[in-house]
């Protein structure tokens, strides 16, 4: 006997159908980017570059029409943050004879290379090749073409490893330590050699650390890079120039008989001084090359122009040696020797001076003696 107490399970039927077959619908392919060819990119007319102190690009505008007008105002394509720039101060405009660069309400005006352009007047900016530098109150502008000529790369300054960079500075230090100690030897007596030396090194140490470490503390205020290395090898290497420039044109002047050398070597002191200066003022103005130059030129100039004046006030002559005092060994004597005769002679074209100082200094000493005689 059967018995339906328990139910049999059903079966789910599948779907679909095992005998009909599955239709998948591919995914919709992606459609692919066109690829930008350099004909098809656009080229922006031009770009506006902010520049800082040191030349370094801090802002940029890109130029998509013309006219382009700069100034403080928000409505302006430009705005500029400056208090001393006017609300429209220029404009940049695209007329029948090209570029041209109009001032507009403004008591500032702008600066162009030299020029000074006023209110109301306009300047063209012909295409000369490279990108056209010009300041709005205290900011630097700097306009690039398309048709300008690029500047070419910079390679990355590579670190050179701690010997490397070392190497120099302590080549530069042990020459200028041998000739500090030759010339305070020859300077010096024996029994105070070892005072001199002592009080020579600690000088030289304190007073290049000082002199290093006010440059650095330059270059840092205004590059935010103390260069203290920098400022380290200059000091040395003018320092041993120094030695050099002291030296050298007595020793010249002894061989070939030349005393004019010893009269005017200070115009190498003042030559190597203002190299020195060049340099130093390098690392905290790096983007002015040729503004630095004509300054250290300047320096000296007027150091050698005050020179010459205080000589000629001293002396009556624009040398600073009345005679040369500076006597080498005989075998480094280069120049011929003079007979005797032949020396008595050259000294009789110094007679006429002498009696002429002689009669001055005689009449000084006889009116001094009348006054007091008279007193």
């Known amino acids: 006997m059967t018995t339906h107490d328990e139910e049999a399970p059903v079966t789910q039927p599948m779907w679909p159908p095992a005998d009909e077959p599955v239709l998948l619908t591919p995914a919709p392919r992606p459609t692919p980017t066109p690829v930008q060819t350099p004909e098809a990119r656009v080229t922006p007319l031009a770009l506006i570059e902010v520049l800082d102190r040191d030349g370094q690009v801090r802002q940029s505008f890109t130029v998509a029409h013309w006219p382009l007008r700069i100034g403080r105002a928000l409505d302006n394509d430009v705005v ?95 020459v200028l330590l041998v000739g500090m100690l030759f010339n305070t030897y020859l300077d010096t007596d024996a029994d105070g050699l070892g005072r001199a030396v002592g009080s020579m090194l600690l000088s030289t140490v304190a007073g290049g650390a000082i002199w290093c470490g006010a440059w650095a503390l330059l270059s840092k205020t205004f590059t935010h890079l103390a260069r203290f290395g920098w400022h380290l090898r200059v000091f040395l290497i003018s320092s041993s120039a120094w030695l050099v420039v002291g030296a050298l044109p007595a020793l010249l002047a002894f061989a070939f008989s030349w005393p ?116």
């Not at 001032?103 to 600066?111: A, E, I, L, S």
């Not at 000074?116 to 300041?135: M, N, R, Y």
């Not at 020396?343 to 009696?355: E, R």
Request: glycine fraction near 8%.
């Open 80 to 174: 500029l943050s400056d208090a001393h720039v006017a609300a429209e101060h220029l404009t940049l405009a695209l007329g029948e004879q090209g570029l041209a660069l109009v001032v507009g309400d403004t008591k500032n005006g702008v600066q162009l290379g030299t020029r000074k352009l006023i209110a109301g007047t306009s300047h063209p900016l012909a295409g000369v090749g490279d990108a056209t530098e010009f300041s709005v109150g205290r900011t630097r502008l700097r306009l690039r073409l398309p048709q300008d000529t690029l500047a070419a790369e910079q390679p990355l300054a590579v670190v050179a490893p701690l010997r490397q960079r070392l190497m120099p500075i302590l080549v530069a230090a042990l």
């Open 260 to 375: 004019w050398l010893t009269d005017f070597a200070f115009l190498g002191t003042y030559a190597v001084g203002a190299a020195a200066f060049y340099f130093h003022l390098l690392a905290v103005e790096p983007a002015r090359h040729r503004a630095l130059r004509w300054a250290a030129a300047a320096c000296a100039a007027t150091g050698i122009v005050l020179t010459l004046w205080f000589n000629v006030q001293r002396s009556d002559q624009f040398g600073e040696e009345l005679y040369m005092s500076h006597l080498f060994p005989p075998a480094l004597r280069l120049a011929r020797p003079v007979a005797n005769d032949a020396f008595i002679d050259g000294l009789a074209s110094l007679k006429p001076l002498l009696d002429k100082k002689a009669k001055e200094t005689s009449g000084a000493d006889e009116a001094g003696a009348k006054g007091e005689i008279e007193e």
